[in-house]
């Protein structure tokens, strides 16, 4: 017995994307938003709120894992909500993106120097100075960050903490995207 050839599906990629959403500066509209994502057990990665020029709208830049299918259900749900003035999905190289970290690492006499080398070489700044540990901060894209953080585990690292990724468009306006 012959068997057919059956095309078998790929299972499709899980991506990170980078959501921006301008919403009105109100209270109750986090709740309201993060609400959207946990009512459809999508988990946010990354959500870094803050004001804008306007003191009447703030930008929440969120990063969300899923497909497309995925993203744009949950575009399409943010756009419903009352206090949210504009959506746009960031896509790949159409926006540029930082993000800073505060880092405690274990440093010795001896470490010190290469440590001091290593912070000049991908720009980042001591912010602190211990007799056993350095507070270190950084800002770039993930990539930069990832690759400075891989770098200090070999010394240590003792603390972290994150801000999440902030974007703005390379180009144009803000179109209200969806």
């Known amino acids: 017995m012959e068997q057919a050839n059956v095309p078998v599906k790929e299972p499709e990629v ?3 994307h980078t959501i ?3 919403v ?3 209270f109750g509209v986090l709740t309201r938003v993060a609400g959207l994502f946990s009512g459809r057990g999508y988990n946010i990665d990354t959500l870094n709120v803050g004001p804008t020029h306007d003191e009447k709208v703030s930008r929440m830049t969120i ?3 899923g497909d497309d299918k995925v993203l744009d259900q949950v575009t399409r ?3 419903k909500l009352v206090d949210v003035i504009a959506v746009q999905d960031f896509r790949e190289g159409e ?3 930082r993000q800073l970290i505060l880092v405690k690492v274990k440093s010795t006499e001896r470490s010190r120097a290469e440590l001091m080398q290593i912070c000049d070489i991908f720009r980042a700044k001591i912010v602190n100075v211990e007799p056993g540990d350095l507070t270190i901060e950084i800002t770039g894209d993930q990539s930069k960050v990832e690759k400075f953080l891989y770098l200090m585990g070999a010394f240590g690292i003792l603390d972290i903490s994150r801000t999440g990724k902030i974007a ?5 306006k803000y179109d209200g995207g969806a």
């Open 14 to 16: 899980s991506m990170r």
């Open 95 to 97: 926006y540029i993106d």
């Open 20 to 22: 921006s959403v301008l």
């Open 24 to 26: 009105a500066n109100r």
């Open 77 to 79: 749900q943010l756009n």
């Open 168 to 172: 703005l468009p390379r180009q144009g």
């Open 63 to 65: 990063v969300v894992k």
